[in-house]
């Protein structure tokens, strides 16, 4: 079975700042990662995805994350951060079944402060 | 295309009620997904249609709840028989073509179980 561990539960950041959101997943066989973004009394949205090619991957808002095999990793980082990026962040794999059903890390609060 | 819809937003009701909550997918979009969340968790997978089939259903879905996708467009989900461990966010998401492509979320149905 799969699961993904977000290791933090909450990251203060002050505006400009560099951040990274920690994501840690397990897995026997290979999976799709993405990073989703949920804003107060909204739906998910998704930031970005990796599905295979290179590790290194862009997605919007100048958001990008890193996959990582041997570490098990997908880390959400972002250069400089702004007032509105303050949101709940959701990691999440997708495992090789034919239902395409998506499993959620527990969530970080990114609160960026001014 | 206006994403997609769930209603009503907000449910609350008394322990031992039945509630159904409604999902309108993306309008080309074949997969149809329910997810609930609870506060301070990642959203977890309910169940999921491809089109008018219901090919997969968590442990999470009692017997208590029951999902329907008549003619394999909007979607309704029904909790029987109330408890208040049903209180949580029913989210509702989409996705069209391959296992690649992005599920779209719904703005989700915050049910309150008194």
């Known amino acids: 079975a799969q699961s993904v561990t977000q290791l933090d539960s909450q990251v203060p950041v002050f505006e400009e700042a560099p951040v990274e959101l920690r994501c840690n997943y397990s897995?026997?066989?290979?999976?799709?990662l993405f990073w989703y973004v949920q804003y107060p009394n909204q739906g998910l949205q998704l930031l970005l995805k990796?599905?295979?090619?290179?590790?290194l991957v862009k997605g919007i808002n100048g958001f990008e994350a890193e996959f990582n095999k041997s570490q098990t990793s997908f880390h959400l980082r972002k250069p400089s951060v702004h007032i509105s990026d303050t949101a709940e962040y959701f990691c999440?794999?997708?495992?090789?079944?034919?239902?395409?059903?998506?499993?959620f890390g527990q969530g970080t609060t990114l609160q960026v402060k001014p | 295309d206006t994403g997609v819809s769930q209603d009503p937003r907000h449910k609350i009701t008394k322990r031992g009620q039945n509630v159904t909550f409604r999902c309108d997918p993306i309008?080309?979009?074949?997969?149809l997904y329910w997810y609930r969340q609870t506060l301070g968790q990642g959203p977890e997978f309910l169940t999921y249609?491809?089109?008018?089939?219901?090919?997969?259903k968590s442990r999470l879905l009692s017997d208590r709840f029951s999902a329907e996708r008549p003619k394999g467009s909007f979607s309704t989900l029904e909790i029987q028989r109330t408890e208040q461990g049903d209180s949580a966010m029913y989210l509702c998401?989409?996705?069209?073509?391959?296992?690649?492509?992005?599920?779209?979320f719904g703005p989700g149905t915050r049910l309150t179980v008194t």
């Open positions: 998401a989409s996705s069209g073509g391959g296992f690649g492509n992005e599920q779209y």
């Open positions: 897995s026997s066989v290979s999976v799709y």
């Open positions: 990796y599905l295979s090619g290179s590790t």
């Open positions: 999440a794999v997708r495992p090789p079944s034919n239902t395409g059903k998506l499993i």
């Open positions: 309008s080309e979009h074949n997969r």
């Open positions: 249609f491809q089109n008018e089939a219901q090919l997969e």
